[in-house]
């Protein structure tokens, strides 16, 4: 929060008054601009049973937990966390069009779908890339949004650029919210291709504010004005992070019409807010076949009671879009939650969940991401599964990726990195091969 200091020469009543209105307000200033860093200040905390009902009954069977105590966790979540997608049809058409069949000296085609969504007035577009390999079987995928553009995680020239908003910041080649040529191949690090391609997988991506601009202005444009006609959305209807999951859902909609994608085995991937979207989406759509969450933090992985870098209050101050209004709610009040982030991991289950963190990345809590999917490896266990319920905290780059819930923490700070990459690819091989 900005404050704009404005020198005039006053009285002393007047100065006062002033000094008055600057300490009645300082609690809402601190609140969400504060933060702790500090382990030892972590307060006590209780997370709440997983495999505990409503109505006290104690879940011991994978039947049970899909019977009674999975749809219960879903719709907690659901209404005070994401928000529910709100009534109406939209209808979804695609074109496809062939950029490069011998890209990758032959490795791999390139294709970008376009998608149209649209109700009876208004449409909406977004561009979907995909780059899969020239082999005769359908090809798994991994599937994620990308935050400035397609063009930017491969320097290929036929690529589209974005035709809407893109996130401004430090990005290169991004001047007023429009992407330019100069940001082409700017994020190839996030992306390995050749390394994916390589393990045998295709890439789809497309650019998140395609979906949905990450902006606050009321839910007017992207995907939520074709809905407007049913808001003012509700306090328990999505904010952005539910729509950007809705839109990974469509896309599977789409690979599923497509013979040379192995529409059962896509992993769905996300990194940082990104990351938040695609946990949210593996929770409610099981088609995917594996998901995997990179520095998502509060709102994402990270357990919120913990209080720890990233507090509840400070991302629905500084994000006001990205939830339902329920969970304002939360803020600074995290131990009046009835659930943590560990129910939005053990949705997941018995799908096959890797959570990624960095050292240097305390904004997000790597200690709360790997707690919560140690606490969510109950649910894995109800399927015979091994999660990572006998593990402590990790060294540094010392993965655990041997069983149904993997996690590592890595040296270097907030980011997507070819070692992250790596331990996801031997994780999708494990359990998509």
């Given at each position: 929060?900005e404050?704009?200091v ?10 006062a ?5 600057f ?9 969400s ?14 997370l ?9 009954i104690r ?12 749809p219960?966790?879903?719709s907690t979540i ?18 496809e069009?062939i950029l490069?069949?011998?890209?990758f000296?032959g490795k ?9 969504f649209?109700?009876?007035e208004k449409?909406s577009?977004?561009?979907l890339l ?10 798994p995928?991994?599937l994620?949004y990308?935050?400035?553009g ?9 690529i589209?650029?974005?035709k809407?908003w ?7 080649g991004v ?5 330019s040529q100069l940001?082409?191949g ?15 997988y ?14 606050d202005?009321g ?23 539910a729509?950007?999951s809705?839109g990974l ?7 599923e019409t ?7 085995k896509?992993?769905?991937i996300?990194h ?17 076949a ?8 509060c709102g994402?992985?990270a ?9 509840v ?5 500084q994000?006001?879009h ?8 939360y803020?600074?009040?995290e131990s ?5 982030q ?9 799908r096959?969940l ?10 997000a ?21 091994t999660?990572l319920e ?8 010392t993965?655990?990726r ?7 923490i ?6 997507l990195?070819?070692?992250?990459w790596e ?11």
């Amino acid at each position: 929060m900005e404050i704009k200091v404005k020198y005039v020469l006053m009285h002393g009543r007047e100065i006062a008054c002033y000094w008055l209105c600057f300490l009645l307000l300082l609690p809402m200033f601190s609140s969400s601009q504060t933060s702790n860093t500090d382990e030892t200040r972590v307060p006590p905390y209780q997370l709440p049973e997983l495999q505990v009902t409503e109505a006290g009954i104690r879940i011991t069977t994978k039947e049970a937990w899909e019977a009674k105590r999975r749809p219960e966790v879903l719709s907690t979540i659901e209404k005070e966390v994401y928000g529910k997608v709100p009534p109406g049809e939209i209808d979804v058409e695609t074109t496809e069009k062939i950029l490069d069949n011998h890209a990758f000296n032959g490795k791999a085609t390139l294709r970008e779908i376009t998608f149209v969504f649209k109700n009876k007035e208004k449409s909406s577009e977004a561009t979907l890339l995909l780059i899969l390999p020239n082999t005769k079987q359908p090809a798994p995928v991994f599937l994620g949004y990308n935050f400035q553009g397609n063009h930017t995680i491969l320097p290929h020239e036929a690529i589209s650029l974005p035709k809407g908003w893109v996130l401004n910041g430090t990005q290169i080649g991004v001047m007023d919210n429009k992407a330019s040529q100069l940001s082409r191949g700017s994020k190839y690090s996030r992306w390995p291709i050749l390394n994916i391609l390589n393990h045998g997988y295709g890439v789809a991506t497309m650019h998140y504010g395609d979906i949905d601009p990450d902006f606050d202005d009321g839910f007017k444009n992207g995907v939520h004005a074709l809905f407007a006609e049913y808001g003012p959305f509700k306090p328990d209807e999505w904010g952005s992070i539910a729509t950007w999951s809705w839109g990974l859902s469509r896309i599977v909609d789409y690979f599923e019409t497509d013979d040379l994608i192995d529409h059962k085995k896509v992993a769905v991937i996300g990194h940082s807010r990104l990351g938040k979207a695609t946990l949210w989406a593996g929770a409610i759509d099981t088609r995917f076949a594996m998901v995997v969450s990179n520095d998502s933090g509060c709102g994402g992985a990270a357990l919120s009671k913990r209080r720890f870098g990233e507090t509840v209050s400070a991302i629905n101050h500084q994000f006001p879009h990205w939830f339902c209004d329920n969970f304002n709610k939360y803020n600074d009040k995290e131990s009046q939650m009835s659930f943590d982030q560990h129910f939005l991991l053990a949705l997941i289950a018995p799908r096959p969940l890797y959570v990624a963190s960095a050292k240097n990345d305390s904004w997000a809590d790597p200690r709360g991401e790997f707690l919560a999917a140690k606490n969510a490896s109950k649910v894995y266990a109800l399927y015979g599964l091994t999660g990572l319920e006998n593990h402590d905290f990790p060294l540094e780059n010392t993965p655990i990726r041997e069983g149904s819930l993997g996690y590592h923490i890595r040296t270097g700070d907030h980011d997507l990195t070819i070692y992250d990459w790596e331990q996801f690819l031997y994780f999708a091989d494990h359990h998509l091969k």
